[in-house]
């Protein structure tokens, strides 16, 4: 039997973090530059059932059964186990990988969850689809991150630019202009679920203060869809500006996400703006074609960690 493949890309959200999971909507598109993979080899010498699961890159290496079912990994294993309920399983070794930074906001929980199912349920002779793959993550999604809106599971599961709002059916964006994105690491690290426990422990405080700047999100974020998909790249660039403008008031930005920004304004970025949990991680700027060398260096110059480009097109799935 052959070696089983499943994978996942990264992804960035352009509009509307946090306030997605007040109910406002967001955009996120994939990022294939970086991907997680899950490789499942059938284990010829252990009995029916065994399950090794290693993920070299974090120290990983234990078999299914020693590890808590609400270990992540362990997880999205167990839930197509169930989804599946296959008469037999064959011992197989799930070796895990990733290229997507940690913690950066770029959904490496989700994509590893995501590869996993589908590396799993192909060994098992089953390809799920991509609405129950999706469903599957979601479960994995609130371990990591306790009130997860969905977005990221979906995003990379689908593999393309999503509109998204919680609890309402996923709607997949169609650009008409390309646009060209860098995507800067300021290489510090802040699990989401602090941030967006911050958040809501802010918004219980002050829910009037809060929902108003969660409403600015999603109209930004309207706006935002419609200059994307229309091709309207100036309005969009400073669309993203406002919503950093708005981030911070929910106090989730940190200087240096701050000074990457500002680096990548001075070099011609239209706009940018920190992408996903934030407090670190990463930063998302617009860049025209032409100022993309120029704005990477600008960026590596201050301190980014890794600085990734991705260009969204029609064509982008
Ligand atoms: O996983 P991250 O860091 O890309 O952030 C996800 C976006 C949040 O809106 C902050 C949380 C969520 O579940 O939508």
Redesign the pocket.
């Known amino acids: 039997m052959a070696v089983i493949l499943g994978k996942a890309p990264g992804?960035?959200?352009l509009f509307?973090?946090?306030?997605?999971?007040f109910g406002q909507p967001?955009i996120a598109i994939p990022v294939n530059k970086v991907k997680a993979a899950a490789r499942v080899f059938p284990d010829f010498d252990s009995t029916q059932g065994h399950i090794q699961i290693q993920a070299l890159d974090i120290g990983l290496d234990e078999n299914l059964s020693d590890l808590n079912r609400n270990h992540p990994l362990a997880a999205a294993v167990y839930l197509t186990l169930d989804a599946l309920e296959p008469q037999n399983i064959p011992a197989f070794t799930l070796q895990l990988s990733s290229t997507i930074p940690i913690?950066?906001?770029?959904?490496s929980?989700?994509a590893v969850t995501v590869a996993i199912i589908r590396g799993v349920s192909a060994f098992l002779g089953h390809t799920l689809p991509d609405p129950v793959v999706a469903e599957l993550s979601f479960e994995v999604?609130k371990i990591?991150?306790g009130?997860?809106?969905?977005?990221?599971n979906n995003v990379v599961t689908y593999g393309k630019p999503v509109y998204f709002l919680r609890d309402e059916p996923i709607k997949f964006l169609n650009v008409d202009e390309p646009t060209h994105w860098l995507i800067a690491d300021t290489g510090e690290k802040t699990p989401?679920y602090e941030?967006?426990s911050e958040?809501h422990k802010k918004h219980a405080i002050a829910p009037q203060y809060y929902d108003q700047i969660f409403i600015k999100i999603g109209n930004l974020t309207r706006q935002g869809c419609d200059a994307l998909t229309k091709g309207n790249l100036s309005l969009l660039g400073q669309l993203l500006t406002e919503n950093q403008r708005l981030l911070q008031l929910l106090d989730?930005s940190s200087p240096k996400i701050e000074h990457l920004i500002q680096a990548a304004m001075d070099t011609g970025a239209s706009g940018a703006k920190l992408?996903?949990?934030?407090r670190g991680?990463n930063i998302i700027a617009l860049v025209p074609a032409s100022k993309l060398e120029l704005t990477k260096s600008a960026l590596i110059e201050a301190g980014a960690t890794m600085v990734i480009s991705t260009k969204l097109t029609k064509e982008s799935k």
Do not use: F, L, Y
């Open positions: 992804k960035i959200i509307g973090e946090h306030a997605v999971v967001a913690a950066a906001g770029m959904g929980g989700a999604e990591h991150h009130n997860p809106s969905g977005i990221d989401t941030t967006v958040v989730v992408s996903g949990g934030g991680g």
